[in-house]
């Protein structure tokens, strides 16, 4: 069975940080490249950062670049995402995402809730 677990959310004051971790498994991880997607209350998905299936390539959305990294461990089917600075907008429900770009499998995970808030 595929899973994808997210954990790491919950309440931030602006300015504070959070780790949020995926695991993975059911699925050979090391061939798929990860992504952190979220959405917000009432707006649509919006793609947050993305990593490679060997983890020297990362992007990021303007809106977190400097303050967003992106990283996985191939050893242990895990990605993390290290969020600093955290702002009020960062407020919404993240998601990992996991696509195999030459079979076009693709899995989400059930979504962990980070809301920045004083």
């Known amino acids: 069975e595929v899973q994808l677990v997210e954990s790491g959310g919950g309440l931030v004051q602006p300015g504070g940080s959070l780790r949020l971790s995926c695991a993975a498994s059911?699925?050979?991880?090391?061939?798929?490249?990860m992504s952190w997607v979220r959405q917000a209350p009432g707006k649509g998905p919006e793609w947050v950062s993305a990593?490679?299936?060997?983890?020297?390539?990362?992007s990021y959305a303007t809106s977190v670049k400097g303050r967003f990294t992106i990283s996985r461990d191939n050893a242990r089917n895990t990605m993390a995402l290290q969020m600093n600075n955290l702002k009020p907008e960062d407020t919404a429900v993240y998601y990992c995402?996991?696509?195999?770009?030459?079979?076009?499998?693709?899995?989400w995970g059930q979504g962990t809730q980070v809301t920045v808030s004083s």
């Open positions: 995402n996991a696509e195999d770009a030459f079979t076009g499998s693709a899995y």
């Open positions: 059911g699925f050979t991880f090391t061939t798929y490249y």
């Open positions: 990593i490679n299936s060997g983890g020297g390539s990362t």
